[in-house]
């Protein structure tokens, strides 16, 4: 999302994805912006307000129609909407839930503050399961595709989305980057999200689990000064725990500020760097896959998206 | 938090309304924010601002319908009103509470002309 106008997912990147042709904005305040666009334009105007921006090629546009603007004469009216604010994500993160669902595809939305430990728990969490367990990586980042590329090193695949100035992954992004990435059924999905503690919470990718990371080296009291996120996780890993002995951080008051927010919470300290704990996560993540794989939702309405998904590959003519 | 993207989403969500009601400009907006939904009204109200710059919403008046925040007491076994997500029981002193409303972020109606 552009933070200068709000003007949508303006500078997202994803792995593979042909670059979107870009145009400027000039604002009534003179304020010029640069946006790439998706490709299904639909502009809403005001029938009456004065059209600045100047653009490049021809879109569709859709007018509201040109009803009823006498002048003095007020059609004001009162319009119901009771809709809930995230629901065009939820719409999204719901289609995306259904496409893991129905693949056996356990889904995980990793969560925490920029420094954890995410990427290198992830690289060693993959290095582990070689073997015993397909896994495909989504990485979110603004910028770069670095963590993309130490995912990839481990011969895992994983498709980067730069958010550019966005703060978290939304469930549109991730459905595009699943699209890149031709899961594997009864597979792994790991999703980095952006390091953020705030935004990403309110943002279902349709991930079966939030997880959130909490490293030793940063405040037992985060889960009380974030709570949502921590509200939002199901699992707490606790990160970096070979250098408690050089802290004074304390675990049990970490666990007990997070129970606070969330009684649910389930809780495993690991260190990525001596392995630490690392049994219990895979054994966490492994009962996860094999659950998601056993209740795979094979319905009839699943089939024949599957039969019309592989006939769509099939050459043509034949 | 992120203001900024909630107001992106009720401009959205007023744009695919304007499409299907056809309006052509939005003059009030009623949201219901619950109080546990950690939006902050005054970020709120500068970010709507900002989004709905130059859109059929700009210069909207943006109304806040502040909804109760309310979790059920497991040890009490009763809904009690909360204040704060990771709040505890004015009965029992319990964390051990579920939320049970004051999460909504939800566009009530609007003003349209």
Redesign the interface.
């Known amino acids: 999302m552009c933070t200068t106008c709000g003007c949508g997912a303006g500078e997202v990147k994803i792995d593979g994805e042909h670059a979107h042709h870009e145009h400027d904005h000039v604002h009534a305040d003179g304020t010029t912006h640069k946006h790439d666009h998706d490709h299904d334009h639909d502009h809403e105007h005001a029938a009456a307000a004065a059209h600045e921006h100047p653009h490049a090629h021809a879109h569709p546009h859709s007018y509201a129609p040109a009803h009823s603007h006498a002048p003095g004469v007020s059609t004001k009216r009162m319009v119901q909407i009771e809709q809930d604010i995230l629901s065009k994500n939820n719409a999204y993160a719901a289609e995306n839930r259904q496409h893991l669902v129905e693949r056996g595809i356990f889904a995980l939305n990793l969560v925490s503050s920029p420094g954890s430990g995410k990427t290198t728990l992830l690289v060693k969490t993959i290095e582990m399961l070689e073997g015993r367990q397909h896994v495909a990586v989504i990485e979110g980042d603004q910028q770069t595709s670095q963590d993309a590329e130490r995912i990839r090193a481990t011969g895992a695949p994983a498709i980067q989305i730069n958010t550019g100035k966005g703060c978290h992954l939304d469930a549109h992004m991730v459905g595009r980057a699943m699209g890149k990435l031709e899961l594997t059924e009864d597979s792994l999905l790991m999703i980095e999200n952006v390091g953020n503690l705030v935004c990403p919470a309110a943002f279902d990718l349709g991930e079966a689990h939030k997880v959130v990371i909490l490293s030793v080296t940063e405040g037992e009291d985060k889960p009380i000064k974030y709570p949502d996120m921590f509200r939002a996780a199901t699992l707490m890993l606790m990160n970096k725990c070979d250098l408690l002995p050089h802290l004074t951080f304390s675990v049990p008051r970490a666990i007990e500020f997070a129970r606070r927010v969330n009684p649910a919470i389930e809780v495993i300290e690991v260190s990525a760097t001596t392995g630490q704990g690392m049994d219990a996560w895979l054994a966490w993540l492994e009962c996860g896959a094999a659950a998601a794989a056993a209740s795979k939702l094979v319905t009839v309405d699943a089939l024949k998206r599957r039969i019309a998904e592989l006939e769509a590959r099939l050459p043509q003519g034949s | 938090?992120?203001e900024?993207?909630?107001?992106?989403?009720?401009?959205?969500?007023?744009?695919d309304?304007?499409?299907q009601?056809?309006?052509?400009?939005v003059?009030t907006v009623w949201?219901e924010i619950g109080q546990l939904a950690?939006v902050e009204v005054e970020a709120m109200k500068f970010?709507f601002d900002?989004?709905t710059?130059?859109?059929?919403a700009?210069g909207a008046r943006l109304e806040i319908i502040a909804l109760p925040g309310t979790g059920w007491c497991m040890q009490c076994s009763m809904t009690v009103p909360m204040t704060?997500?990771?709040g505890e029981c004015p009965q029992c002193g319990s964390?051990?509470l579920h939320?049970t409303g004051g999460t909504?972020?939800?566009?009530?109606?609007?003003?349209?002309?």
């Open positions: 938090m992120h900024m993207s909630l107001a992106e989403g009720i401009l959205q969500l007023i744009e309304s304007a499409r009601q056809s309006f052509a400009r003059s949201l950690g970010c900002v989004v710059r130059d859109s059929l700009d704060e997500v990771f964390h051990q939320v909504e972020m939800r566009v009530k109606e609007l003003e349209v002309a």
